[in-house]
């Protein structure tokens, strides 16, 4: 990470200020006015809770809803006044927040039901494979022009509507070219697969797991020109006005290796049942449900099924397993009683300090998991929860090593961890600078990581990747409310202090180290080349390939059967 787009600005008077940052409490009355959804005044401890963790009741909603007619009190008491719920944590009919998560997620597993059943009459899922005679880059080059279109002006119907007929399209033109070459090397080579038999019917395919193979059933197959008047009627139907609802791959096309036969795109299509004549659209996808002649596509196609997502599975195994992360919920009314009782003093506080003191409190000690990374996309920046680290003689990778497993709760980053911020304690209690090796550009620093997020843990689905320092923040000041931050900024041409509205100055050895002793909070980048040495990581920790998908493995094994002949043929 280099830090040469932080320094183009010269304007600024190379001296440093002396001062200290606006005190927390005078910096939340200034705010007060531009943050109108929430009240951000002084607690009110009698409740034992800060207005910010309120929420509003149904019954004044209902208030609310009812007085719509009259002028909205403006300014941010009014409006905190409407929002404010009436205690700490439970609500009118006293729901606490486990019970309410509880029923959330019944209602959620409902509102899933209601979907896969619905979609089993308007959804089909198309699973496209690259490689030889792929379809996926006529897709992509499509999709492309249709936008240049787009922003021409000059598209005359839906990109999902233009990709679906251009799709079955070119299925047609593949089974005429196969009829028309029956006799040869095309038509020869689709009956050797049985794809074909010898009467030119295109045969219905299963999987069989003895042979690895796809082979025809016992289902009669579509003759030749059934097979043309039912690939019409699909081009046609779709072609109808509003028939597609979502034609759409679930990976973006720009990722996918178009000349890897491993990769499989999964497609969703959906039809209107609002449309006069879905019914007979629909039936015709059905029929070709599971009919070797999709193979022309390097494709398999299956209709939607009562099966729930795997998000939804996740969502109820940790709300009603007995393992799940809600049977460890402390009681968040009075696990918030508790922080506000010992930080009653209105000092501003940091995410890590406050998970830290939840893994202190009494109410956590039986809770036995694992803490991992949640993120928020922002381009590649990822944004967490900071780690939190401790002053002490420990190296930094010590002091890693020693977070990752502490008492019984192991701590890992998620496999896609890009970014990481990690939080250095309180910086009042250090005496002498802390780890002075980052400052050397070689050095590494290995986080534990998660090989398969659906996992635990465990020792085989854990392993080190090595991060590059990009950046630290140092906190200076007697008190840590009214303290000053500035920042430091790693780059191939050495180490920067920033200032409030000064030029970045470029540190010498000696003055890197002394400011280290301010060092709070620490930003590292991955560095995916560097080499993770054994000595850096725990001899028990292996990394594991993640399992391939069982349906993946089908479809790739039936199509690479066939692969030389579409790609002689089809390109």
Known sequence: MTAASFFQDQSFPDQWMEGEDQPHLELMETIAPFMTGHTMGPMNMADGFHSLFQTPTPNRQGMMRGQHSQKRQRGSQGHAQQVRGPG????????????????????????????????????????????????????????????????????????????????????????????????????????????????????????????????????????????HQLLKVIIEHLNMPGMVTRFKAHKALKSVNMQEAACVVPWQLDISLRHPQSSRLWTSLVTLQGNGVLQLLNTQMRAATLRRSKLCDQIAQQVFKKNGYLKHLPPVDSLMKDWFTEHSDQRQHDAAEFYHWCMQTSQFQQHSGYWWRFEKHASLLHVCIPLLLQHGALSLQSSISQWHRSSDVVHVMCSQAQFVCMQIGDRLRAEQPQWPEILDPDFRLTLPHLVDDAGVPSDDNVEWRAYQVS????????????????????STSGVYLCDDGRSAKLLNDGDAIKELQHIYMLWVVRDPDAQVPQS????AIAAVAVPSNSSKASLLGASFSIADLLQAHFG
């Open 88 to 227: 700490p944590g439970l609500g009118p009919q006293g729901v606490s927040l486990p019970a309410l998560i509880r029923m959330m997620a019944i209602q959620l597993q409902r509102q899933e039901e209601a979907l896969r059943v619905l979609a089993q009459s308007t959804e089909m899922m198309l699973f496209m494979q690259a490689g030889p005679g792929s379809y996926l880059p006529n897709l992509l080059q499509l999709s492309q022009t249709w936008h240049q279109q787009q922003a021409a002006r000059q598209v005359d119907k839906p990109l999902r509507q233009h990709m679906s007929v251009a799709l079955w399209t070119e299925l047609g033109a593949r089974v005429t070219k196969a009829q028309e070459q029956i006799a040869q090397e095309l038509g020869q080579g689709l009956m050797a697969k049985k794809i074909l038999n010898a009467e030119g019917s295109w045969a219905y395919m299963a999987w069989d797991q003895a042979t690895k193979s796809l082979v025809p059933t016992t289902r009669e197959p579509i003759k030749m020109t059934d097979m």
């Open 536 to 539: 850096w990581t725990d001899d």
């Open 471 to 490: 950046a630290c923040v140092l906190r200076k000041g007697f008190q840590r409310e009214h303290g000053h931050c500035q920042a430091m900024l790693f």
